[in-house]
């Protein structure tokens, strides 16, 4: 059995579909958004100031950043603008200003959102550093829809009539702003499905679980927003955004802090580089690997993490030994030697301080793969086929180390990680037969 072939650079057919239809739906909501305003003038244009600045100011704060490609944590990737997210909700879902009735559409809204977000994102694109093509896309849409769903109620009077003003309302506003997060959080992980190639189900799971954190934070802000300018007018602005910038410098600061511990993780991991005991970029060739296959399997974002440190940090035992294992490679080793090297790794990694779970997998990596934790089995199939081919050890390339993989299946490699590990290769295009040279 062989990798299935894929189409050139990797991605599904159609896959390309789905960036180009999102951006051209965006296009043109903003275009027909910002040539309606222009024709019909600003409607109510103190409101519209006053959101506009709102937005414009949550860009601002937004952090520096883009998704970096193939990176195995995609929600780590999240530069969110929360305050600006919340305040462009709250200008859709907008029914009264200081007991007064707005008339703005959802054209309006779009422009608003749009000019107010473009004026924003300007300070960060000078620095080469401005959000995603994709990400704006998203956002326009959503927002649309917010306002595709509650303005033409609110203006027909249809609200109002079945609803009031009541806690009804409140409902409402929470019910709309919850199916509109779900939309979002489909169309990101289709967004990312196609950017990647990864499974789409990880990536949708993923996506809801960040809507418990700041998701939630977002929409109750918006809700927040629209009822206090309803009825204590633009002035309850500021009020209400205080909150949620000191939840946007605390989501920074978490950040940083996985941010710089992961660096320490892989600054560890190259000891055994540096000691002589490993080739150079191993750990990070098998931890980059390690959670593409994850990825592929289906892994959260929270066993990605564990899984990435865990590869890291997997021959972080043969600093105990008093000769290196010839060229680093385990994988060749007798049963006994692999294990004694693992459980020498485990004991190191519980004295780094990682997680449990973390030196629980280093220790179990050369364990039989019913034995292992699901992550265990994902480093010692991605580590030995690291070992086979690297250095061009393994004449036949790697899809002969894939057949040599497929062979261990009975007891070492679990059939399954073997054949995502293949999947993974087969996409990103590594999976070739390597000429055996004559002679």
């Not at 080469?128 to 509650?150: E, I, K, S």
């Not at 789409?200 to 954190?213: F, K, N």
């Not at 977002?218 to 602005?237: F, K, N």
């Not at 990825?295 to 564990?306: C, D, I, N, P």
């Amino acid at each position: 059995m062989r990798p299935a072939a894929v189409p050139a650079g990797g991605l599904r057919p159609g896959a390309v579909v789905m960036p180009w239809a999102v951006r051209a739906g965006a296009a043109a909501l903003t275009a027909a958004g910002l040539g309606h305003t222009l024709w019909h003038g600003v409607v109510e244009p103190g409101t519209a100031l006053a959101f506009g600045v709102l937005i414009a100011v949550g860009e601002l704060a937004r952090r520096d950043g883009r998704p970096r490609p193939g990176h195995p944590h995609p929600a780590e990737d999240r530069h969110p603008a929360p305050l600006g997210s919340a305040g462009a909700l709250a200008y859709a879902l907008l029914g009264h200003a200081a007991g007064r009735p707005t008339h703005h559409g959802v054209l309006q809204v779009v422009a608003v959102v749009v000019a107010a977000a473009l004026v924003g994102i300007v300070p960060h694109v000078a620095r080469g550093r401005g959000p995603a093509l994709d990400d704006v896309a998203r956002r326009v849409l959503t927002v649309a829809f917010a306002a595709a769903c509650f303005r033409p109620l609110y203006h027909s009077g249809r609200l109002a009539e079945s609803v009031g003003q009541g806690p009804y309302l409140v409902f409402l506003l929470l019910g709309l702003l919850g199916l509109t997060a779900l939309c979002d959080a489909v169309l990101a992980a289709a967004l990312a499905g196609a950017r990647t190639g990864w499974p789409y189900g990880p990536l949708l799971r993923d996506e809801l679980r960040a809507l418990a954190g700041i998701g939630s934070a977002i929409c109750a802000t918006g809700v927040v927003m629209g009822l206090g300018v309803a009825v204590a007018g633009l002035w309850a602005l500021p009020a209400f955004s205080v909150p949620l910038l000191l939840t946007q410098m605390s989501f920074r600061r978490i950040t940083a802090i996985r941010t710089t511990y992961r660096q320490t993780i892989t600054s560890l991991a190259r000891a055994t580089e540096i000691a002589g005991y490993t080739p150079p970029g191993h750990a990070r060739r098998v931890a980059a690997l390690s959670c593409a296959v994850g990825r592929e399997l289906g892994l959260s974002e929270r066993e990605l993490t564990v899984l990435e440190y865990a590869a890291l940090m997997h021959d972080i035992g043969q600093l105990s030994l008093i000769d290196p294992v010839p060229a680093g490679a385990t994988a060749p080793l007798a049963a006994a030697e692999a294990r004694r090297i693992a459980e020498l790794g485990g004991e190191v990694a519980r004295q780094t301080g990682v997680p449990a779970e973390v030196a629980v997998v280093v220790e179990r990596q050369a364990d039989p793969y019913r034995e292992q934790p699901v992550a265990a089995r994902i480093v010692r199939v991605v580590n030995a086929y690291e070992d086979l081919v690297g250095g061009s050890r393994h004449p036949g390339g790697s899809l002969a180390a894939l057949e040599q993989l497929r062979l261990g299946t009975a007891r070492d490699y679990q059939p399954e990680v073997v054949e995502g590990l293949a999947r993974v290769l087969a996409r990103d295009g590594r999976a070739r037969v390597v000429p055996v040279p004559p002679g």
